[in-house]
């Protein structure tokens, strides 16, 4: 069973500064096709989640460029180059490579100061 | 456009059953695998089942083998989650979500269950 854990769990962030959220997997996400499934998803308060990034640092369309995805085998990170009101949720990783059994991260909430 | 719909949350008392439904269009539902995952009040997310398209193969999570059933109805489009032999513990919001390429892209609003004397 593979185990993903985000750090920081909470993030407090000025509008318009940057931030980062790590995540580590127990094992390598490292696909025998070549691929790393690794996605990041936000969830707004109220709100099913929503995909932001898959494949490590693929955006989703619409997402905005202000968010960037990177990482290999167990470390991956989820910047966000500035931070806007609007991306106010909690963040999660979560694995694919390991297909059928997904494994999200604990989440990170972004919060503004 | 994907939509996902889930049915059938409720509350239900410690031991008894439920059976969600979620209703999907915008794709070729029988093309896709699907899966349920839910989020205890609170908390974060947990993978529950998968279901392959033909719906020959399943699996589930170890918290939930042997007491919840994923199954589909290709023909109406929807999917399914028997929930049995319930527990306080199992009180989430069950989301019905379509992976693709070892990820998933789509949600449904989500359904309120909740286990309580």
């Known amino acids: 069973e593979v185990v993903m854990t985000q750090s920081p769990l909470s993030l407090p962030v000025t509008l318009g500064q940057p931030a980062s959220i790590s995540c580590r997997s127990s094992q390598s996400l490292l696909h025998s096709n070549g691929n790393t499934y690794l996605s990041w998803f936000q969830q707004r308060p109220g709100q099913s989640p929503r995909r932001l990034i898959y494949?490590?640092?693929n955006r989703d369309s619409g997402v905005p460029d202000r968010f960037s995805g990177s990482g290999s085998g167990t470390d991956f990170t989820l910047k966000i180059s500035r931070v806007e009101a609007e991306d106010v949720g909690v963040y999660y990783c979560m694995q694919g490579t390991h297909w059928p059994r997904l494994a999200f991260g604990g989440g990170t909430k972004v919060e503004i100061k | 456009q994907v939509h996902l719909v889930e049915s059938g949350g409720g509350l239900v008392k410690p031991g008894g059953s439920l059976r969600l439904s979620c209703a999907a269009s915008?794709?070729?539902?029988?093309?896709?695998?699907m899966t349920w995952i839910r989020q205890a009040p609170g908390k974060g997310l947990e993978w529950l089942s998968y279901?392959?398209?033909?719906?020959?193969?399943?699996y589930h999570a170890d918290s939930v083998k042997g007491r919840f059933t994923i199954s589909r109805d290709n023909a109406k489009n929807s999917l399914y989650l028997q929930m049995d032999s319930l527990r306080v513990e199992d009180t989430a919001v069950y989301y019905c979500?379509?992976?693709?390429?070892?990820?998933?892209?789509?949600w449904g609003q989500g359904a309120l269950v909740t286990v309580s004397s």
């Open positions: 915008g794709f070729t539902f029988s093309d896709h695998t």
């Open positions: 979500v379509r992976p693709v390429d070892s990820s998933v892209d789509s």
């Open positions: 494949k490590v640092s």
């Open positions: 279901i392959s398209g033909s719906g020959t193969n399943i």
